[in-house]
């Protein structure tokens, strides 16, 4: 066991996380990433491959009202609005929850829980 970089760790969990979590087209998974400047979140259909909504603080919509704050959890919390918006839109009420081997903590946990306040069950 030797020494490994941060992205390497969190390539683990995620493996870990991916052996029990598969999105279904009646359950999709709402996945989340996190870069060092901003935030993306998808559902995604693992069935198909498809991704069935999106949101990112990169979005043209999105990305006026991030401003400044694309990177910090404010900007995940509107993130996770829109995603949320979008699925029920497409009438996906419930997904499973993919964090995508980063920690259940700051922007990841502020993206889910406006997510589910905005109308998504996971």
Request: proline share 2%; hydrophobic share 35%.
């Amino acid at each position: 066991m030797g020494a490994s970089t941060r992205a390497e760790a969190r390539l683990r969990r995620k493996k870990r996380v991916r052996k029990k979590v598969r999105g279904t087209p009646e359950r999709p998974r709402l996945s989340v990433f996190k870069s060092a400047r901003h935030t993306y979140a998808q559902i995604i259909d693992d069935i198909e491959g498809k991704t069935l909504a999106e949101a990112s603080s990169l979005s043209k919509e999105i990305r006026p009202l991030v401003q400044g704050k694309a990177g910090n959890t404010q900007g995940a919390k509107i993130v996770g609005e829109f995603v949320a918006k979008r699925a029920v839109e497409k009438g996906i009420k419930k997904v499973v929850f993919d964090r995508n081997g980063f920690l259940y903590h700051g922007r990841v946990k502020a993206l889910a829980e406006s997510a589910r306040e905005h109308g998504l069950e996971f």
